[in-house]
């Protein structure tokens, strides 16, 4: 399996990383990055990741299927991550959660016609005092109202 | 040895030694602390909390399966609080399992019921939606059924750390973990089915038992599998004289926990539809079915006739028929048919072995010492594939006492991953190979050594040699194939002086040759097409029509090693009982066919009665090494055979060229495995033959 | 970056270059004081230095509290195995989010604090496992780290020492249990994210089973400090057992949430009303969380004269936690917190144990059916009974941390509970309206 050259020199990097014999202390990482370029976790990714980290495909999908940033199914091109943990839902996180659902018609973990915009309901990401908040792949975006929301993914759908 | 830790136990004083688990030690005082996930060998979880109990100077209740004894620890397991937790731990326990206990395989015998019948409540206050999966099939022998799971992680410790497979895994998180097979949607494994026989509860079922009775509605009879050489105790759940299941859960017998795919389902070609049901003679150039009476006319008319007529008769006996048998075709062959030509197919070389070992004691290793000892090289076999068992024992050795392996084979080897050596060689390279790792062997405090037909003869003397040479005590397994093919040469199933060998007898003009539960004719392996009979009189005892039996002008149709008594030999030369588990309809014990032609050729007189206590209690008194302690074996045990110590010379000299192990992997058995259902079933037989 | 005005009333020693131009450079870190302790600590006996962070009283910043001091002398030094020292920077607990800052604008701070970690016990690795969803600052951090590394602070003879240590990031991928230090262990040898047996604690046997420093991203960021101005300074910062400062996460009802660094002791009252800039909407106080949602909620009334330390928190049940401060107005509903609480922990439970597995998705069920009316009386105070005997039964703290603030809600807040049987709707639902932030 091929990778582009700077995914290939991260996994280089990582696989050196950590104490000889323990490789397979790169494979959460790997599987992150590699998820990052391909979308998702794929079944041909699983096997070439163990051949890499020493171990059988069923070690990584038993690690895969515990991290729930790590998805089997591809999801949108933008991947819009609502936080509803107890300090966002105290800035009513849950109703800012459900304005994105009827905004998209899109439900938890689901992925819009297109394939650009996917939804998810994540528990609390680090953004307690600046609530609500939500994550749009890795970029945080803070103190959320409905109206920023539809402003953000407007933003996203023109992007995309 | 170390001063032994005093603790209270219930009150109870309580003494065990540094580093014994509470768990442990409370058993050994009697006392009884519930526990799902902890089993003895495996490594500890300290998930299900059943375990918990109190101990004094500490705030919270503690694993009785984690922790250690320690001087002057007071433990207390049976109060209010720890009760209290073992009816809560079973609460959240049947949230989701299903009370489908009157359909489940496990009902009976789960300890899930066990345990909420002791410790549990009479309701439950779970009022939610359960959550429901479909079961799964993870292949033709093992299902599962996931709201039954407890996630007790037994099964894939057993798998991962017992088998060397690592074939199950633990997939998502919380409430939805699963257990699920490494391929995906089904298990690539040995098929062994030991994740079966430890699950608790139902989860796991066996592909075969499932469904076809309630536990208790069986009988439990102890077996010995007829499959390889290694002698695993099986018992067999038999039911309106069928046998519904084999498995080990009483952990009896040599084997311990461990079965293969063999030994808890490979029984099953007892009732395969080409079983002979009725003898056959040969009439008008076609086999036709007869009654017992005159098939047995018919050969002993024609032994008889031959007898009278100086003619030259050819015995070949078995790797599967029981000691008793064989030692009785022996008798018959040289004292009634007066003949020295009597063979059997040889699949290591043990004359060797014991010929090199001559004048010194207590060199043969058991089964036991594979998981005793502090060393172990294994010369030429695959063993977790020809001999599981052994396999097994070398694993564990190695995982509890850090036992150093040695693999020198041709190919890879699952002991590879745990070895400290492991070298690759070809053929003739063994003796280079052996050289390169003295130094490290000599080290060694003691070992043993396995070898299989890749030394045979003048290699044999030659490894023995090197053994001795290297100054520690060294014991010796020679492998060979099957059930019994250790017994057939302790009972002299081997020329006499002047007789041909397996090879000669097939291509000599005998007038009759008499083969008993073996199938010279199929050929050699790699070599299409049977070879065809020269004897001008075949006589064949067996289960199916073979190629041997296709060729026989008197087909006597004999009793599978489930359907009769007897003792047979493992290939480490311990002897264990068989015990009739059914009855059968049509065919018979091979001991009861020899002794009927006996009785119509008017010979059964010098041969003495066929029953095989009798036959049994000659043999002890007769065979070098065999008068081993009857209430040993009687109570389920294997009791060690000591061969003769002195020199063994074969009439006629040695011909290791005749030696050949069948090597056969973990999803054949010989002729036998071709009519087992299972062994056929199972994707990894198809990819592995 | 900030997400919040500094407030005038901090105690700014871990956070005091937050705000200064490029505060995330080895050039303003050196301009600040940066790797003052390092070269101190170079200079000192490793004995030496664990004395000094035991006389500061600095206790684990990640929630339980234990002392730093104490953790690092537990490590064998004379061990002939590598020893390591591990960053736990999988801040997770609900409401808490500082972590986050501290290695955002000050990333030389915490590669500092490992620095010295490493000397005190002899270690020359170290890993900052990073959760996943910090994508961002394992950028941050490998910048910083390149930038240490070109200049001469990681690497071989560090400044010219004859120290070596390598410093590497390493990702989650989305656990909250990989929180919990000997589950973070776990994760970081590339497996499932279950917590281990101990003993042996990690000091002891820890990562790849060998010797290992396991503290919280704040922890190490008190180090510097620690070392720079003596430990006797730090620890007057706080109070009598507990010194420094707290990096607080206010969140929920106040009118000027953020992260803020307060003195250990500072007062609740004061927290709340000056630094939070008061209870939004001018409601009043129902219930406080002191330190993420793992801690037992206290009633406005047990927090009246409370102060933000170990002790005061202890003496009323709860624990100070993180500094994931939670309030919530007299409009909160407690059975929707309860169940909102209930649902993070069912989700982050491993599966590993019985109570904690099957408890908190029993529980999550009862309180979804409870809060949408659907609740019986019996049910009220079989919440109770179920988190009680979760409590110290699990097989690691998560099922204390789904317990407790559980069973204090349904003790505390009984009355909500009975408002919302007999199929009534949830009185404080305030359906499609939203309030702005």
């Known amino acids: ?160 | 040895m170390p001063d032994l830790v005093k603790l209270t136990i219930d009150g109870k004083a309580v003494q065990a030694a540094p580093g014994t688990l509470v768990i442990d030690a409370a058993k050994m005082a009697g006392i009884e602390i519930p526990a799902f996930c902890y089993y003895e060998g495996l490594t500890l979880q300290a998930a299900c909390r059943m375990c918990l109990v109190e101990v004094e100077k500490m705030p919270k209740m503690m694993t009785a399966c984690t922790l250690p004894v320690a001087e002057g620890m007071v433990v207390r397991t049976e109060t209010p609080q720890v009760a209290q937790a073992r009816k809560y731990t079973l609460e959240f326990l049947l949230t989701n399992h299903p009370l489908d206990c009157p359909v489940c395989d496990k009902g009976g015998e789960c300890e899930l019921q066990d345990m909420v019948f002791r410790y549990g409540a009479g309701e439950s206050r779970y009022t939610e939606e359960k959550v429901h999966t479909p079961e799964k099939q993870f292949s033709p022998v093992v299902f599962f059924d996931a709201p039954r799971c407890i996630l007790c992680f037994r099964c894939v410790r057993i798998c991962n750390e017992g088998m060397g497979v690592g074939a199950l895994g633990v997939i998502y998180r919380g409430v939805l973990s699963e257990i699920a097979p490494n391929h995906g949607d089904h298990l690539e494994c040995d098929e062994c089915g030991a994740c079966i026989d430890i699950c608790p509860v139902g989860a796991l079922t066996s592909g075969i038992y499932r469904y076809q009775t309630r536990p208790w509605e069986m009988q439990h009879v102890g077996a010995i599998c007829t499959h390889c050489g290694d002698g695993c105790k099986t018992t067999l759940g038999v039911r309106n004289n069928r046998i519904i299941r084999g498995n080990n859960r009483d952990h009896s017998g040599i084997n311990g926990e461990f079965l293969c795919i063999k030994g808890r389902y490979a029984f099953d070609f007892y009732d395969h539809p080409e079983r002979l049901q009725a003898p056959l003679v040969r009439k008008n150039g076609k086999l036709e079915e007869v009654s017992w009476s005159e098939a047995l006319d018919t050969v002993a008319n024609r032994f008889n006739q031959i007898r009278a007529d100086g003619g030259t008769f050819g015995v070949i006996g078995s790797n599967h028929t029981t000691n008793e048998e064989n030692f009785y075709l022996r008798k018959f062959a040289r004292e009634v048919l007066a003949t020295p030509h009597i063979d059997h197919h040889r699949t290591g070389d043990v004359t060797a072995l014991v010929d090199a070992l001559s004048g010194k004691t207590g060199r043969m290793a058991t089964v036991a010492d594979l998981y005793n000892r502090k060393a172990v090289l294994v010369l030429g076999a695959d063993l977790a594939r020809e001999h599981p068992l052994l396999s097994f024992q070398i694993r564990a050795n190695y995982r509890h006492h850090q036992a150093h392996v040695y693999a020198v084979t041709p190919g890879p080897v699952r002991e590879d991953k745990y070895a400290v050596a492991s070298v690759r060689v070809a053929s003739g390279g063994y003796f280079a190979a052996l050289e390169d790792l003295r130094a490290r062997l000599k080290a060694e405090p003691e070992l043993v050594i396995v070898f299989d037909d890749s030394f045979k003869g003048p290699d044999v003397h030659r490894l023995v040699e090197f053994g001795e040479s290297l100054g520690i005590p060294v014991r010796y397994i020679c492998l060979v194939d099957y059930s019994n093919s250790r017994g057939a040469l302790d009972m002299g199933l081997v020329p006499g002086e002047g007789g041909m060998r397996l090879d000669e007898m097939l291509a000599a003009d005998l007038s009759a040759l008499w083969v008993v539960g073996a199938n010279p004719f199929k050929g050699t392996p790699g070599v299409p097409g049977s070879v065809a009979r020269k004897a001008r009189f075949l006589v064949v005892q067996d289960l199916f029509l073979t190629e041997t039996a296709e060729q026989a002008d008197v087909v006597l149709p004999a009793a599978s090693a489930y359907e009769k008594s007897g003792t047979v030999t493992n290939t480490t030369g311990e002897v264990q009982r068989l015990k009739r588990a059914i009855n059968t309809m049509g065919a018979k014990p091979d001991l009861e066919i020899m002794g009927f032609i006996a009785r119509q050729m008017g010979a059964a007189g010098a041969l003495g009665p066929w029953v095989p206590e009798t036959v049994f209690a000659e043999i002890r008194r007769t065979v070098h090494g065999y008068d081993i302690p009857l209430p040993e074996i009687d109570t389920g045990g294997a009791a060690p055979t000591t061969p003769v110590n002195g020199r063994v010379t074969e009439a006629g000299g040695p011909r290791p060229d005749l030696i050949r192990s069948d090597h056969n992997g973990l999803f054949a058995s010989g002729t036998l495995g071709r009519y087992s259902k299972v062994l056929n079933s199972v994707l990894e037989g198809r990819l592995d033959r | ?437």
Not at chain 3, 34 to 61: C, D, H, T
Not at chain 3, 356 to 374: D, N, Q, S, Y
């Open chain 1, 1 to 160: 399996m091929t990778f582009s050259p700077q995914l290939e020199a991260r996994f280089d990097k990582l696989l050196k990383s950590y104490p000889p014999g323990r490789q397979r202390s790169a494979m959460i990482p790997m599987l992150m990055y590699a998820q990052d370029e391909l979308g998702s976790v794929t079944d041909e990714l699983v096997d070439e990741v163990a051949r890499r980290v020493g171990v059988t495909p069923l070690q990584v999908n038993e690690v895969l299927s515990y991290y729930s940033m790590l998805h089997r199914k591809p999801l949108g091109k933008y991947h819009v991550q609502v936080c509803t943990n107890i300090s966002c839902l105290l800035c009513d996180g849950d109703k800012l959660w459900e304005h994105a659902c009827k905004k998209l018609g899109i439900g938890h973990k689901e992925v819009t016609a297109d394939g650009q915009i996917s939804l998810e309901e994540v528990e609390c990401m680090g953004a307690c005092s600046w609530a609500p908040a939500i994550q749009v792949n890795y970029d945080f975006e803070h103190f959320v109202t409905p109206e920023k929301l539809d402003q953000i993914l407007d933003g996203l759908r023109k992007k995309a």
């Open chain 3, 1 to 437: 970056m900030l997400y919040n005005e500094p407030s005038p009333l901090e105690t700014r020693v871990l956070s005091f270059r937050f705000g200064l131009p490029n505060s995330a450079t080895l050039d303003t870190y050196l301009a600040t004081r940066g790797y003052e302790a390092f070269r101190k600590a170079a200079g000192m006996k490793p004995e030496e230095i664990i004395e000094q962070v035991k006389i500061s009283n600095l206790r684990g910043r990640g929630g339980a509290g234990f002392p730093t001091g104490m953790k690092w002398s537990f490590v064998p030094r004379t061990s002939p195995k590598p020893k390591y020292i591990v960053v736990n920077a999988d801040e997770s607990e609900p409401g808490t989010c500082k972590d986050r800052v501290l290695m955002e604008n000050d990333p030389h701070q915490l590669i500092e604090g490992c620095l010295i970690a490493g000397l005190a016990v002899d270690a020359h690795a170290g890993y900052i496992y990073i959760r996943g969803e910090y994508r961002y600052l394992i950028e941050v951090m490998d910048k910083a780290i390149a930038e240490a590394y070109e200049k001469g602070w990681l690497g071989k003879n560090i400044q010219g020492t004859g120290f070596d240590f390598d410093l590497y990031t390493h990702s989650g991928a989305g656990a909250y249990e990989c929180g919990e230090e000997s589950a973070l262990l776990e994760s970081l040898e590339g497996k499932r994210g279950i917590p281990r047996i101990r003993p042996p604690f990690p000091a002891v046997v820890g990562a790849f089973q060998c010797p290992t420093v396991l503290n919280n991203v704040e922890t190490y960021c008190a180090v510097p400090a620690i070392l720079r101005d003596g430990g006797a300074a730090f620890a007057a910062l706080g109070v009598p057992k507990a010194g420094g400062t707290k990096m607080t996460c206010l969140t929920g009802h106040v009118n000027k949430p953020g992260v803020y660094e307060l003195r250990l002791g500072f007062p609740v009252k004061q927290m709340i009303e000056e630094v939070g800039g008061g209870i939004r909407q001018g409601r009043k106080l129902k219930a406080f969380i002191p330190g993420g949602s793992s801690c037992p909620v206290l009633t406005a009334k047990e927090v009246e004269g409370a102060t933000m330390d170990y002790d005061s928190m202890a003496q009323r049940k709860s624990m100070l936690g993180s500094g994931g401060v939670i309030i919530m107005d007299e409009e909160t509903c407690m059975v929707k917190a309860a169940l909102r609480i209930m649902r993070f922990y069912a989700h982050e439970s491993c599966g590993w144990c019985i109570p904690c597995r099957e408890g908190t998705t029993w529980l999550r069920k009862i309180l979804t059916r409870f809060h949408a009316g659907g609740g019986t009386r019996s049910d009220i105070d079989l919440i109770g009974d179920l988190s009680r005997n979760m409590l110290g039964r699990t097989f690691c703290p998560l099922g204390d941390a789904a317990a407790m603030p559980t069973l204090s809600i349904v003790e505390k807040f009984r009355g909500e509970f009975e408002d919302h049987l007999n199929g009534k709707p949830c009185p404080f639902e305030r359906a499609g309206e939203m309030v702005t932030a």
